[in-house]
């Protein structure tokens, strides 16, 4: 297996329905991709040493999106739409990894399929005058939930 154990540093992400710009699809790092069992506790008559704890719903936490800071993007124009005028329209994003080695023909090792993302949080970090460093803009997505294809 090539492509094994996957570097984490090709990736893309694409936000449906949105036009695509090349830079558009490029972020220096994407956290959230995890999920959690809640569970619930059910006491048992006359079984006193522990709580059955039975799974109810899965969780997921926001998606958190770090990149360069871009101007005319199309995916901060539609953040802009829910945080600045409260118009919410939930997209599927795409999130896929590559291999180390580039090639034309390339398929994603896995894609992670996010539905139903809405912006809730945007921001830029912060501007120092005695530091040089690129100025950063975080997103941070709500959705409800996401699913895994891995490739060949």
């Not at 540093?9 to 991709?33: A, C, H, I, N, T």
């Not at 901060?76 to 990894?97: G, M, R």
């Not at 539905?115 to 959705?143: C, H, R």
Request: hydrophobic share 35%.
């Amino acid at each position: 297996m090539d492509n094994y154990p996957p570097v984490g540093f090709r990736f893309r992400v694409k936000v449906e329905g949105l036009p695509e710009l090349k830079d558009d699809m490029y972020f220096q790092s994407v956290s959230g991709l995890s999920v959690d069992i809640e569970t619930e506790e059910y006491a048992e008559g006359g079984e006193n040493r522990f709580k059955h704890k039975l799974p109810v719903r899965t969780k997921f936490p926001n998606l958190v999106l770090k990149r360069g800071f871009l101007k005319n993007s199309k995916i901060i124009k539609w953040c802009q739409d829910a945080i600045e005028n409260f118009e919410f329209s939930p997209k599927s994003i795409v999130i896929n990894l590559y291999g180390e080695a580039k090639n034309d023909s390339e398929t994603p090792l896995v894609t992670w399929k996010i539905t139903g993302a809405i912006p809730v949080k945007w921001a830029v970090d912060e501007f120092n005058a005695q530091e040089s460093k690129l100025a950063m803009e975080t997103l941070e997505l709500s959705y409800q939930y996401y699913t895994t294809e891995i490739g060949n």
